[in-house]
């Protein structure tokens, strides 16, 4: 088992910039892929972003690239992303999920444990 906390949102300015927190503890020897997903109102829940525990390499959705950044300490156990050039369409519940096993980085159902979720609102 693992247990995944989330932090780090709040309410920010079109532009500026917010980093999220996901600390991690249990089996964390067993994490394969840890990801952000996000959640609109009235909207699925999709793949923001997503880091590979052991070897470190970075995926992102189009929409993200060139503005997030995931990164990960494995000394605490916490992956981070973080937000820049934010825009309001990046509002949203920003969810942190552990995978444990090599299945495709951006399929949610391979996904087996999830955060309770942090609101990230970007709003003038």
């Known amino acids: 088992q693992v247990q995944v906390v989330e932090t780090g949102g709040g309410l920010v300015r079109p532009g500026g910039s917010l980093r999220l927190s996901c600390a991690a503890s249990?089996?964390?020897?067993?994490?394969?892929?840890i990801a952000w997903f996000r959640q609109a109102p009235g909207k699925e829940r999709d793949f923001v972003a997503a880091i590979s525990w052991r070897g470190g390499r970075d995926y992102y959705v189009d929409s993200v690239k060139g503005r997030f950044t995931i990164s990960r300490d494995n000394t605490k156990n916490t992956v981070y992303l973080q937000m820049a050039s934010l825009k309001p369409e990046d509002t949203a519940v920003y969810y942190c999920?552990?995978?444990?096993?090599?299945?495709?980085?951006?399929?949610?159902?391979?996904?087996?444990?999830w955060g309770l979720g942090t609101q990230v609102t970007v709003s003038s």
């Open positions: 249990g089996s964390t020897s067993t994490m394969y892929y």
């Open positions: 999920a552990v995978m444990d096993a090599p299945y495709g980085y951006n399929w949610i159902s391979g996904y087996k444990y």
